[in-house]
């Protein structure tokens, strides 16, 4: 098989395992599907594909000699989606915090699957070249990412481009496997899932011990979900409606499990292993969301993408990616951070929106100002959220009653019932006070502010760059 053939399975192969399975994500129970429900007239867009989108345009404009500096530019110039770590992502670049070090900053979702879904396009700029293929993916999940993350991204884009070269299942999957950080969350649950298989364990049983050992509040956790999608692929053994019903019904991250399943099975197969049931109902389209904005060309079919793909294999850096150091940051000196007043009467802490500061959570809560800036008397959403409880008052009205053990998923579009609130901010500014049902530092706590369109918004009340373009929600 030539290997524009292995990447138009690929993309066919990502097509179908999104749509299949974007009706299921975020269910964590085991599901029962035997095709797509509902069968779909086209493929829906999925940012599973579409962020990648902007990688292709990237690196057919600048060529492979990537920085994180041209990523993050055409992220904020390209895409406006909000959720997670994306709009961390989004929020941190906006503040003025340099590319390398967006992801690890103030982010509680550094271990989610947003990066790791963004791997195809890198397979493809590095054809059987996983040192290339690895340090792509580091590259791109500074952005948005912390360790974890990044390994799941790893791990996906060094199996894919040693698939898209030829290489046998087993071989690319330990291959991919050695790339993975030692001592991480995803090295043991990539471990677990391998052994189970190679002891004979029942495919079901051997789900449950990964569910078991790596579960987590957020659906989205990428040790658990990238090892899913290796389960699926071992216990799928190269059938292809064993694999991709395997990676539906796992449950979870499941848009993104069957996504990247159904890559590898296509990378491996081509696009003739699937037959007409799979392919018929979603055509060969190529469909964005209105996160995505802004691109000259992008493709329009899976047939275009998959030609402009290999144009890139055989493409180099003349020298090798920069990946760089993740550096602290001093917040202080961002835009949008304020200070919080400990309740206790200790010293002023900064901040800007998110989990707070252990002093705050020590003093049992905070006290501040929201300004009103440009945006006065504007809808917002506010969130929340604590594991020990916590009552949130502006200008003395309460506004949010967070009742204690809420799953702690602080995001805007997802946070648990209880925990957000929309009103319109002051026409003056106004005094907020946060009272915890804890004082213990190590809890988790956060308040997260956000505008109507749900873009994270500074407490300041500085009109910040690069606002969002998605419609309010």
């Not at 994306?86 to 670049?93: D, F, M, Q, S, V």
């Not at 809890?443 to 109507?452: D, H, I, K, Y």
Request: proline share 7%.
């Amino acid at each position: 098989m030539d290997l524009l053939t292995r990447i138009q399975g690929m993309w066919l192969g990502k097509s179908i395992g999104g749509t299949l399975g974007l009706p299921a994500e975020g269910r964590t129970d085991r599901q029962h599907f035997t095709y797509y429900d509902p069968v779909p007239t086209l493929a829906p867009p999925n940012d599973d594909l579409e962020l990648q989108l902007v990688w292709l345009e990237l690196l057919e404009r600048l060529g492979p000699q990537l920085t994180a500096d041209d990523l993050g530019k055409a992220w904020l110039d390209h895409i406006h989606y909000i959720w997670d770590e994306y709009g961390r992502c989004r929020w941190n670049l906006r503040r003025g915090v340099p590319a390398a070090s967006a992801g690890a900053l103030d982010n509680h979702f550094h271990a989610g699957m947003g990066s790791p879904i963004r791997s195809e396009i890198w397979a493809c700029a590095a054809v059987g070249d996983p040192d290339l293929a690895e340090s792509y993916a580091r590259l791109d999940s500074l952005l948005d990412h912390g360790p974890e993350g990044a390994a799941g991204e790893v791990f996906l884009a060094v199996l894919e481009c040693l698939i898209l070269a030829g290489r046998p299942l087993p071989e690319a999957l330990a291959a991919a496997r050695a790339r993975v950080d030692a001592g991480s969350e995803l090295g043991r649950a990539l471990d677990l899932a391998v052994s189970d298989h190679a002891n004979g364990v029942e495919a079901w049983q051997a789900h449950g011990h990964l569910v078991a050992a790596h579960r987590s509040e957020n659906f989205t956790h990428a040790p658990l979900n990238v090892a899913l999608t290796a389960w699926a692929l071992l216990h799928g053994a190269g059938d292809v409606d064993r694999t991709l019903l395997f990676a539906v019904n796992c449950g979870w991250d499941t848009d993104c499990t069957c996504a990247s399943a159904g890559a590898v099975i296509g990378a491996l197969g081509g696009p003739g292993c699937f037959d007409e049931r799979w392919t018929k109902p979603i055509g060969d389209g190529v469909w964005l969301g209105p996160g995505i904005v802004g691109l000259s060309d992008p493709p329009r079919t899976l047939g275009q993408l998959s030609e402009r793909s290999f144009r890139l294999a055989g493409r180099r850096p003349a020298a090798p990616l920069v990946v760089p150091p993740v550096r602290a940051v001093d917040a202080t000196a961002l835009a949008g951070t304020i200070l919080l007043q400990p309740l206790d009467g200790s010293p002023a802490v900064a901040w800007a929106n998110g989990e707070l500061p252990a002093a705050v959570k020590a003093a049992g809560g905070a006290t501040w100002t929201w300004r009103a800036g440009a945006r006065a008397g504007m809808r917002h959403h506010l969130v929340c959220l604590a594991d020990a409880g916590a009552r949130l008052s502006v200008d003395g009205t309460l506004a949010v009653a967070c009742p204690a053990g809420l799953p702690y998923v602080p995001a805007i579009h997802r946070c648990p019932r209880g925990s957000r609130v929309s009103l319109n901010s002051g026409l003056a500014d106004q005094r907020v006070e946060l009272r915890l049902g804890s004082t213990d530092p190590q809890q988790r706590a956060s308040v997260v502010l956000a505008e109507a369109n749900m873009d994270l918004a500074p407490w300041s009340g500085e009109m910040l760059p690069h606002q969002g373009r998605l419609a309010a929600a």
